[in-house]
């Protein structure tokens, strides 16, 4: 049971934070490119959809490169605050996060251009500033395609598990996911053990995707 | 209807090549342990040039999960593990020719530090100190170094103090990585793999096993190819395989 507990936690928490910074980024940077075309969006909207195709491997070397102990920004990380990144729960957070980005993003983007953009309008001539228009408005009437988004990035989180390898390595108790439990007990020959992990994350992440497809649903 | 006839005789012609490839090449799978790489490759080139027709398919990893691999019915023709244990496992459950199981290459564990590391551990214990954070090894259930590395551990009493230190690689290739991008402090490799990042890593300690370092090779029981997977176990053991095996820092067993 601890052997299925420990991973499960260990994942539920990654998930969760990865999902909040996902979301956080994801709407903020969907509503952007929602609201007007300007010179080079296309291009920023492909560099955010970039985690969704690239090899989860290639997305771990960008991670070590960036944020290793000798990496571009590891190395001050490391110097100026002693924070070191690989290895924890917390790189493992990071990998999740920019897998997940893309799905919040897109579905944001998605449900902000959907809305009327008149309500946003007729909120500013009743003397709305661009954040209460946003919070009160376009938030709001988007929320359910956002929050499908949201869950999507949720399940992928949940589900992450190359770049999470490389950036956190597998250090059971620390950063061994389920996905990652899978993996080490395929390898270990202890299939028992694979196919309860195994049961476990298909479980959950049916969970997530029944709930986000209700959602959607519920929006027609 | 003009291009039907051609595409069957294209048909045909990519059936008759396909199928010849398939009949004449000889080719050979092997499932060596990580840290037999590159001394594996050379010696695969080798048997290649020293026996036409034959083709040698390398699959390297840590030697646990190759085992769970032809366990799953992998089809391999030769496995060769870094330590006794695995190969044990995979003699009580009959997935070797027990008759072909033979002993070809000797190998020491060694501690090493990241190059531009200052630090130089003059025994085990020193690595209690805090300077020494994280320290590497293979995944003990799966990775031969890890075995060797907690056996160690284990006699010099060190178990407990090191306990939350450890950061555990899928093979000793990529403890190896680990050490030279300069992840951990330190890490457990055998000397061969550390010889091939001279440039990144510093041997600092040879540490002595308790159980020797010996890489075993054998046929695979199911193997379809039985006389050339002989051939290529003669040819590691010949002169020319074990001089190719000293070549990477392999000593003879």
Not at chain 2, 13 to 20: E, I, Q, R, Y
């Amino acid at each position: 049971m601890h052997a299925l507990f420990v991973p499960l936690w260990l994942t539920l928490k990654v998930a969760l934070f990865a999902t909040l910074i996902a979301a956080a980024i994801g709407i903020a940077l969907g509503w952007w490119l929602a609201r007007r075309p300007f010179p080079g969006r296309s291009v920023v909207d492909s560099l955010l959809m970039l985690p969704m195709v690239l090899p989860p491997t290639v997305i771990g070397y960008y991670l070590i490169v960036l944020i290793g102990r000798n990496g571009i920004l590891g190395q001050y990380l490391d110097r100026w605050f002693g924070i070191n990144l690989i290895f924890t729960w917390q790189g493992a957070v990071i990998a999740a996060s920019v897998v997940s980005l893309p799905l919040v993003y897109k579905g944001a983007r998605a449900a902000f251009e959907e809305v009327d953009g008149r309500f946003a309008n007729a909120a500013r001539t009743l003397g709305a500033g661009e954040l209460e228009v946003f919070l009160r408005v376009s938030l709001p009437l988007a929320i359910r395609g956002i929050a499908a988004g949201v869950m999507l990035a949720f399940a992928r989180a949940m589900g992450e598990f190359g770049a999470t390898l490389m950036i956190a390595g597998n250090l059971p108790g620390k950063t061994q996911t389920l996905s990652i439990a899978v993996y080490e007990a395929v390898q270990a020959g202890n299939d028992r053990q694979a196919l309860w992990l195994t049961l476990v994350i298909s479980l959950v992440c049916i969970g997530v995707l029944v709930a986000s497809g209700r959602l959607l649903q519920a929006r027609h | 209807m003009t291009i039907f006839p051609r595409l069957r005789s294209a048909a045909l012609v990519a059936t008759l090549l396909l199928g010849s490839a398939a009949c004449s090449a000889q080719e050979l799978i092997v499932s060596a342990a990580a840290s037999l790489t590159n001394a594996f490759q050379a010696a695969g080139k080798a048997f290649e040039q020293a026996r036409p027709g034959a083709k040698v398919a390398f699959n390297f990893a840590a030697s646990g999960p190759l085992l769970a691999q032809i366990q799953q019915g992998a089809p391999v023709d030769v496995f060769a593990s870094a330590d006794q244990e695995t190969m044990n496992r995979a003699a009580s459950a009959n997935l070797i020719a027990p008759a072909t199981r033979v002993d070809f290459a000797a190998n020491t564990l060694v501690l090493i530090v990241p190059a531009a590391s200052t630090q130089a551990p003059k025994q085990l214990g020193d690595l209690t100190n805090p300077s020494f954070q994280r320290i590497s090894t293979g995944t003990p259930a799966t990775v031969p170094v890890g075995r060797y590395t907690m056996e160690a551990i284990d006699k010099a009493g060190l178990t407990a103090p090191l306990q939350s230190r450890w950061i555990y690689g899928e093979s000793v290739r990529q403890v190896l990585n680990y050490v030279a991008r300069g992840e951990v402090d330190a890490g457990f490799v055998y000397r061969t793999d550390a010889l091939i990042e001279p440039e990144k890593t510093r041997i600092v300690l040879t540490i002595p096993t308790i159980t020797s370092v010996t890489y075993p090779i054998a046929q695979i029981a199911s193997s379809k190819n039985a006389a050339l997977a002989g051939e290529f176990i003669a040819f590691v053991r010949s002169a020319p395989g074990q001089e190719i095996l000293q070549r990477y820092g392999f000593s003879k067993p």
